[in-house]
Nanobody, 122 residues
Framework: VQLQASGGGLVQTGGSLTLSCAAS????????VGWFRQAPGKEREFVAA???????DFADSVRGRFTISKDNVKNTVWLKMNSLKPEDTAVYYC?????????????????WGQGTQVTVSS
């Protein structure tokens, strides 16, 4: 399974970015897909997830600003980030679990993309 995250970049406070996560070797149709981020000197943290049914989950810090969507045909998940803040600066990763039809925010995420850098300038 390979995950490819892309779409990061440099944006000013209040701006928007859309990250993409594409998979090979696994279809998103039966899995939850998660986004995580890790800022320098901090632990990796949950950002958002979308399940096989399209149910969405967001961290409190991004709820109302970020949206998550997917296309099962394109096997791609997008994380649209609006109203970005300097504290959103981090490397963003997408992830897949091993098990189908299972999701909890704190479950084991077995497959990870390489990460894409998001930098929000003040």
């Amino acid at each position: 399974v390979q995950l490819q995250a892309s779409g990061g970049g440099l944006v000013q406070t209040g701006g928007s970015l859309t990250l993409s996560c594409a998979a090979s070797g696994r279809t998103f149709r039966s899995y939850a897909v998660g986004w995580f981020r890790q800022a320098p000197g901090k632990e990796r943290e949950f950002v958002a997830a979308i399940t096989w049914t399209g149910t969405k989950d967001f961290a409190d810090s991004v709820r109302g600003r970020f949206t998550i969507s997917k296309d099962n045909v394109k096997n791609t998940v997008w994380l649209k980030m609006n109203s970005l803040k300097p504290e959103d600066t981090a490397v963003y990763y997408c992830a897949l679990p091993r098990d189908i039809y299972y999701y909890t925010r704190t479950m084991e995420w077995d497959y990870w993309g390489q990460g894409t850098q998001v930098t929000v300038s003040s």
